[in-house]
């Protein structure tokens, strides 16, 4: 298996326009995590999915973010406007099982927003 | 609020030097713990993980961890680092009581001095 992919490794935007960030978890994983990055914050969990089902979004910082997962295969993480302060690394990870799983986790999606 | 706590934000070592990274975590329960690392520029790997039985665990590359259920810790030791080992390390708890999220410390950036 590749890992988790992600996709776009880096990513430049301007203020107010809408980024996407996407990400393809391990096949046969079934559980899902966002995760932002900043010297900081450090680590945070933005959203946690279960079968495809988010469970816990209380970390989204606002209602700028979104973050869906249509299929097994598939989630993405939606920031509409963007604003400079969500510059960061974005991650994707992804296990199987309930929690007593490693996490694997993606390259990471560098963002900048000027 | 249940938290990870990782006490020492930047370590700075001599190679040989012996390494011991502090986590606490606050979350009742059946926990799973772990500790990833991060190599500059790279996405975090897991280093090592608890999940019962023996609470002293062994990881890769000569890291292990104390698992001490009285003090709700799980320290990173190493004897002896090595330049190869300067990296950000983090602690994460999954936490059944609070629905198998994966919830990380905030990081420690360990450098060692050749």
């Known amino acids: 298996d590749a890992g988790v992919i992600q996709s776009p490794r880096h990513e430049v935007t301007e203020m107010g326009q809408e980024v996407t960030l996407r990400c393809k978890p391990i096949?046969?994983?079934?559980?899902l995590f966002w995760y932002r990055q900043t010297m900081m914050r450090g680590l945070e969990l933005l959203i946690y999915f279960n079968n495809n089902v988010p469970i816990d979004d209380s970390g989204m910082p606002e209602d700028r973010f979104s973050a869906k997962m249509p299929n097994a295969s598939f989630s993405t993480l939606k920031i509409q406007p963007s604003e400079p302060r969500d510059s960061a690394v974005y991650f994707c990870a992804s296990r199987w099982g309930q929690g007593d799983t490693e996490a694997f986790f993606g390259q990471g999606t560098r963002l900048t927003v000027v | 609020a249940q938290s990870v706590s990782q006490h020492n934000h930047h370590v700075i070592l001599s190679e040989a030097a012996s390494l011991e990274l502090g986590c606490n975590y606050s979350y009742g329960g059946t926990v799973n713990l772990f500790w990833y690392v991060q190599y500059p520029g790279q996405h975090l790997q897991l280093l090592l993980k608890y999940f019962s039985g023996d609470p002293l665990v062994k990881g890769i590359k000569g890291f292990e961890a104390e698992f001490i259920k009285s003090k709700f810790s799980f320290n990173l030791r190493k004897p002896s680092v090595q330049w190869s080992d300067t990296a950000e390390y983090f602690c994460?708890?999954?936490?059944?009581?609070?629905?198998?999220?994966?919830?990380f410390g905030g990081g420690t950036r360990l450098m060692v001095k050749p």
């Open positions: 096949s046969g994983h079934n559980s």
């Open positions: 994460a708890v999954n936490s059944y009581n609070a629905g198998n999220m994966l919830t």
